[in-house]
């Protein structure tokens, strides 16, 4: 198996923490954003969208983050994904709520003050309403464990990581101590063995 991506890369490090999580060997073959390597022809046939991450598997080539984590966890016997139906839907629910009401906020700051991709303050008002909505939502679901699906570390709980690395890092910082819950769940994530390798800490 080999993975085509870029280490400070939110969607490879997703990835990154599930092969580690997993145990899966891996090749990582780094995509040099800083020479474009990511639009030349050799990495635009595995990803037609110029984007990062992509994987070959003996022939088998796939993209998307989510649905590589789906797929190296499955091919190792789905140790991060819960096991009844219910604690499965929950994990493909937070996934969903990850995509679209977490992470598009998130990213705001995160390209305001990572990637130096200058927000309006327009934006960042409004990217810091949602962020405090959705963590009043997770701080809500924290309560009935300590991750996302209960007592189970899943998939879900990965996906949500490389977003909270950075944002620790940028002016929405303070919002994780409005939410001592998802703090407390933050903490435990970002100590994770996998996580820490994943992100070179």
């Not at 305001?112 to 679901?141: N, T």
């Not at 879900?156 to 890092?169: S, V």
């Amino acid at each position: 198996m080999k993975l085509f991506g870029h280490p400070v890369s939110t969607c490879t490090r997703k990835v990154l923490a599930t092969a580690y999580e997993t145990q899966t060997a891996f090749d990582f073959v780094v995509v040099d954003f800083a020479k474009g390597e990511h639009k030349q022809a050799a990495h635009l046939a595995r990803q037609p969208f110029g984007q990062v991450p992509a994987l070959e598997d003996d022939g088998f080539e796939l993209y998307e983050s989510r649905a590589m984590a789906r797929y190296v966890d499955a091919k190792a016997g789905s140790p991060l994904t819960p096991k009844d139906l219910k604690g499965r839907a929950l994990m493909e629910q937070w996934m969903s709520v990850e995509t679209s009401n977490f992470t598009p906020h998130a990213m705001k700051f995160i390209y305001h003050a990572i990637f130096k991709r200058e927000q309006s303050p327009d934006v960042l008002k409004a990217a810091g309403i949602g962020l405090d909505k959705a963590y009043e939502v997770l701080e809500l679901a924290l309560a009935q464990g300590p991750y996302l699906v209960g007592k189970t570390f899943s998939l879900a709980d990965i996906c949500f990581a490389p977003y909270l690395e950075f944002l620790a890092l940028t002016p929405a910082a303070g919002k994780l101590i409005e939410h001592p819950r998802v703090g407390a769940w933050w903490a435990a994530v970002s100590e994770r063995p996998a996580w820490r390798k994943a992100v070179g800490r």
